[in-house]
């Protein structure tokens, strides 16, 4: 089993920078790409960034490049989502899920391809 837990959400002004943090946990926790993925209220979950199980490769949509990086430290099982430049559209509630591969070729979006997923963490960005 896998156990996610996001911190590091709160509250912030547009421009400031946030950093969030994915600890993860569980005997088949290791060797997982890490996702990250928000949903605000009224809308679909959208992808936010991805990096694989070893940290060398990351996947970052358009919609948050330049402004967001995904980094990950494998002796601290924690993944890192540092957030520059924050918008007030960057409310959201913030989650983390591991993939259900393990030792994956290809860094994906799709939030199916995601197996486990931990409580999220409310990020709110006033103007």
């Known amino acids: 089993q896998v156990q996610l837990v996001e911190s590091g959400g709160g509250v912030v002004q547009a421009g400031d920078s946030l950093r969030l943090s994915c600890t993860y946990s569980?005997?088949?926790?290791?060797?997982?790409?890490i996702g990250w993925f928000r949903q605000a209220p009224g809308k679909e979950r959208e992808f936010v960034s991805a990096?694989?199980?070893?940290?060398?490769?990351?996947l970052v949509p358009d919609s948050v490049k330049g402004r967001f990086t995904i980094s990950r430290d494998n002796a601290k099982n924690t993944v890192y989502l540092q957030m520059n430049n924050m918008l007030p559209e960057d409310t959201a509630v913030y989650y983390c899920?591991?993939?259900?591969?393990?030792?994956?070729?290809?860094?994906?979006?799709?939030?199916?391809?995601?197996?486990?997923w931990g409580p999220g963490t409310q990020v709110t960005v006033s103007t």
């Open positions: 990096i694989s199980w070893s940290g060398g490769r990351t």
């Open positions: 569980g005997r088949a926790a290791d060797n997982r790409d």
């Open positions: 899920a591991a993939s259900a591969t393990l030792l994956g070729r290809v860094v994906v979006a799709l939030a199916t391809r995601y197996r486990y």
